[in-house]
């Protein structure tokens, strides 16, 4: 089966441009518009019922929500109240969400899976129209049911997972995972065996897992000014977490992310540490040529939907002009029209 094409837009990224970027991506063909829901900027529910308000074809990903801030219970009734505006476009991320803040928050379940465990069941169950009574680890449900029936009895449910334990419940309890930008090949790969193994812990060996893989992007025809674009942003995600198994799995020298790390704990984004190696591991940056072969990477390695997390942001409504132009022609794709004009 063919892989498919969206776009991510981020919280903090400006509003405006993320609902004409939303209407810039039907218009080109792309299959789903991705929205993410960066504590304390722009909430991503309100930002997705806007893009739903100005599409109609692409589907919409809340990517990712977390259990934690808002009652599944709530996140089930928003959910389906969007989903109808949305007329059955929409996908629901779970995820526990940066930890920093939830402790700015004071979120902090004992069992973060147990939170997404529970939140994934719970959202489904009462989307699916049940009456609810529920005690668990983290959230307790009495006689609750929605009060309307939703357009659909099931919204597909990702998770938004990193780590093994993570991808494994995702398997065992999701329709989809969503991954984290930085994800080589070798991470997809590590990402699909424990997501196997989760599948076959539960009922769902039969049902097909989709595989969605952000992917910070910038195309040029000069690689250099491509790969620039992208060094910034790697550096804060790399130095931010320090040694994960995102940059374990690609291969980065530890002793590398340590070093970032203690620098930006000192206030410093240490950007002049991501060389050329650790852009072509952790990012997609290059003529078209070059992006070509990262992507080809990726869907190789199982990535069933690339999301594309375009860059610079001074031009991301050209770089997806780009892609669309440049780049999935070299792919053998070519998106249908959307229906704005």
Known sequence: MSPTFGVVFSGDFPLQRTLEGAVLAERLGFDACWLGEDFFYHGGIATATAVAERTERIAIGLGVLSPLPRHPALTAMEVATLDEIAQGRLILGIGNGVPAWMRQMRLMPKSPLSAMREGVELCRRLIGGETVTYAGACFALDQVKLGFTPHRAHIPIYLGVEGPKGMQLSGEVADGTVVSILAGPGYLHWAREHITAGQALGTRQSTKHELVVYVVISIDDDRATARQAVRRTLAEYVAVGGPTHLTRQAGIVEDRVVEMHQIYRTGRLPFELVDDDMVDRLAVAGTPADCERGIRG????????????????????????????ALLPRLGIALEAGLKA
Do not use: K, Y
């Not at 990535?303 to 997806?320: G, K, N, S, W, Y």
């Open 298 to 325: 990726l869907i190789d390695a199982g990535a069933d939907q690339i999301v594309f997390f375009p860059f610079p942001t001074a031009e991301v409504e050209q770089q997806l002009t780009r892609i669309h132009d």
